[in-house]
């Protein structure tokens, strides 16, 4: 499977820290291929921290380089929106920090942009990149299915639950449940 190609548009806290946990192996399908800011100091110290990746002073440029198949928007959240709007016009997928913008008005707009422009759009949340909440949305999501299908679910220990299994329902949509 090939590598998702990301740039990062905003290297401030948000965007040094999701490119942190990229480099520390989190992600591991993801490569930071370029990354935006306008203030030179900031993108001084993330050319320091990877510098094969390619570096550029506005976030246009990098989004025309044809270097990113999705953008990880992490600048004021006043310009969340007109940055997403940028990556859609362009057919770029979006993940944006959190709030999605500060006006509604903007918020929707750039909503009805995401679905007309048919490229992957999320928010994102702190935890969504880590691999035990990763694991933790995997096992939710089978007991849901389970319980629906007419499955218990049943806690193992007295001292809360330390293991879940599921009885008496079928495979879920999700495949058998392990570990």
């Given at each position: 499977?090939?590598?998702?190609?990301?740039g990062?548009?905003?290297m401030?806290?948000?965007?040094?820290g999701?490119?942190?946990?990229?480099l520390?192996?989190?992600?591991p399908?993801?490569?930071?291929t370029?990354?935006?800011?306008?203030?030179p100091?900031?993108?001084?110290?993330?050319?320091?921290k990877l510098?094969s990746?390619a570096c550029f002073?506005?976030?246009c440029a990098?989004l025309?380089s044809g270097l990113?198949d999705a953008?990880?928007v992490?600048v004021?959240?006043?310009d969340h929106?007109?940055c997403?709007?940028?990556?859609?016009k362009?057919?770029i997928?979006v993940i944006i920090?959190?709030p999605?913008?500060?006006y509604?008005?903007?918020?929707?707009?750039m909503?009805?942009?995401?679905?007309?422009s048919g490229?992957?759009f999320?928010t994102?949340?702190?935890q969504?990149t880590?691999p035990?909440?990763?694991?933790?949305?995997e096992?939710?999501n089978?007991?849901?299915?389970?319980?629906?299908?007419?499955?218990?679910?049943v806690a193992?220990g007295?001292?809360?639950?330390?293991s879940l299994?599921?009885?008496?329902a079928?495979?879920s949509?999700h495949?058998?449940m392990?570990?």
């Amino acid at each position: 499977m090939e590598k998702l190609r990301l740039g990062i548009i905003g290297m401030g806290n948000m965007g040094s820290g999701h490119l942190q946990n990229i480099l520390d192996g989190h992600c591991p399908n993801i490569t930071v291929t370029a990354f935006a800011d306008i203030n030179p100091e900031k993108r001084k110290r993330a050319k320091e921290k990877l510098s094969s990746a390619a570096c550029f002073d506005n976030a246009c440029a990098m989004l025309d380089s044809g270097l990113v198949d999705a953008a990880l928007v992490a600048v004021p959240h006043y310009d969340h929106p007109t940055c997403a709007l940028e990556c859609f016009k362009r057919g770029i997928h979006v993940i944006i920090e959190k709030p999605a913008g500060v006006y509604v008005r903007q918020v929707r707009e750039m909503n009805e942009a995401a679905k007309k422009s048919g490229v992957v759009f999320a928010t994102m949340f702190n935890q969504r990149t880590n691999p035990l909440f990763i694991r933790a949305k995997e096992m939710l999501n089978h007991f849901a299915d389970a319980i629906l299908n007419g499955g218990k679910l049943v806690a193992d220990g007295e001292e809360g639950i330390r293991s879940l299994s599921i009885s008496n329902a079928p495979t879920s949509r999700h495949g058998p449940m392990t570990g």
